[in-house]
């Protein structure tokens, strides 16, 4: 709403920033032991194809942010980098997703929703700064849309950061 307020005014600035926000797994979890090496790169991207990155940078973030495809920032990228994947690869597609989640296992009904006999239930743990509340709620709305569920935990920063040092995640 203030966003919106300022968005009309005259005194928003947008100003580029480099950074992004990024899911890490822990390869070394339950979840991951099933599958093979392949597998498990299937896995991920299959997850990375279900991530509507627009609608996140649209409805959470809301104050011009662009959607990254890459660990690079888009502002790092725009006529300076040539050997990079392109974005298009990165986008949302649910099909292909569904489609790789098949070729590793996974059934699903004839809409796209995952079956109950091979259900994926992933625990997402995040910390409590800046828009990753928002950031995450949207990942798991995306997710279930294929029958995905996504457990949000929430930490204080200092516990989630060392958390992840230990591989607790």
């Known amino acids: 709403e203030e966003v919106d307020v300022l968005k009309k005014s005259k005194e928003l600035y947008y100003c580029d920033m480099i950074g ?7 390869v070394n979890s339950d979840i991951f032991s099933r599958f093979t090496k392949q597998e498990a790169k299937v896995f991920r991207r299959a997850l990375g194809l279900l991530i509507n990155r627009e609608k996140i940078v649209n409805t959470v973030c809301m104050a011009g942010q662009k959607a990254a495809y890459s660990y690079l920032p888009p502002s790092m990228l725009e006529d300076s980098i040539t050997d990079v994947k392109p ?4 986008r949302r597609d649910v099909e292909s997703a569904v489609m790789m989640l098949k070729s590793i296992g ?11 006999t091979t259900p994926i239930e992933i625990d997402y743990i995040t910390n409590e700064s800046g828009l990753s509340g928002g950031i995450c709620q949207s990942i798991q709305a995306d997710y279930a849309k ?6 949000i935990m929430q930490q204080d920063n200092f516990i989630f950061l060392e958390n992840k040092r230990k591989g607790n995640y």
């Open 20 to 26: 992004i926000y990024y899911i890490s797994f822990n």
């Open 87 to 90: 974005p298009d690869q990165y």
């Open 106 to 116: 996974y059934e699903f009904t004839s809409n796209n929703r995952l079956s109950s």
């Open 146 to 151: 294929v029958g995905i569920k996504l457990n």
